[in-house]
């Protein structure tokens, strides 16, 4: 019988945020790496449609994405008050200069990172992306990386989740914090 090491869970004295593509896992990844680090779990979209009283969708539609951008900022900003936590945030969150400086100040960022064709998979399962909607989804999202991935570089820490499971990307992410804490020697591993 083949076993892994389980990696430790390191002491880092700050909330958590994950970044990335839509469809990377960040929500999937965030709840999982939350039990495992013994935090609460929040998801920045859940959030900002519960203060909008209105899905991410609708947000576009009606209100649109500055709008949208906004209030994002403003629920992450809030998100990252209070205790350590791990927080999933929507996929352009990096990009509003803003909501990037808040996220910067305030907590860990870690960039969740597959290839695109994996992510291309996973949102091609559901049909409640905005910036996907009648539109071609390898096409959007080569655009999307295209533009994003040098702002996600900017993030604390770059975790390459790749085609593996959910449970293997919070194996990887547990292992890249646990680096970071030691290289940094601000927190235990």
Do not use: C
């Not at 790496?33 to 859940?46: C, G, I, K, S, V």
């Not at 100040?105 to 409640?128: E, G, P």
């Not at 990887?172 to 970071?180: I, K, T």
């Amino acid at each position: 019988m083949l076993t892994t090491a389980v990696p430790a869970i390191p002491d880092i004295d700050r909330t958590i945020a994950l970044v990335g593509l839509m469809g990377v896992g960040k929500s999937t990844v965030g709840r999982r790496l939350a039990r495992r680090l013994e935090r609460p779990f929040f998801d920045a979209d859940a959030e900002i449609e519960a203060a909008a009283a209105m899905s991410v969708s609708d947000i576009f539609a009606t209100l649109g994405e500055p709008e949208f951008r906004a209030g994002e900022t403003r629920v992450i900003r809030r998100l990252l008050e209070g205790e350590r936590k791990v927080v999933a945030t929507g996929g352009g969150a990096m990009i509003n200069p803003d909501t990037r400086a808040v996220l910067k100040a305030h907590s860990l960022t870690v960039w969740l990172k597959a290839d695109l064709d994996v992510v291309v998979q996973r949102v091609a399962r559901r049909d409640t992306r905005p910036l996907l909607r009648g539109r071609d989804p390898k096409a959007t999202l080569t655009a999307l990386a295209e533009a994003r991935y040098p702002i996600y570089a900017e993030a604390d820490l770059t975790v390459e989740v790749g085609a593996g499971t959910h449970s293997q990307a919070v194996d990887a992410v547990v292992a890249a914090l646990a680096r970071w804490a030691r290289e940094k020697g601000g927190a235990s591993a």
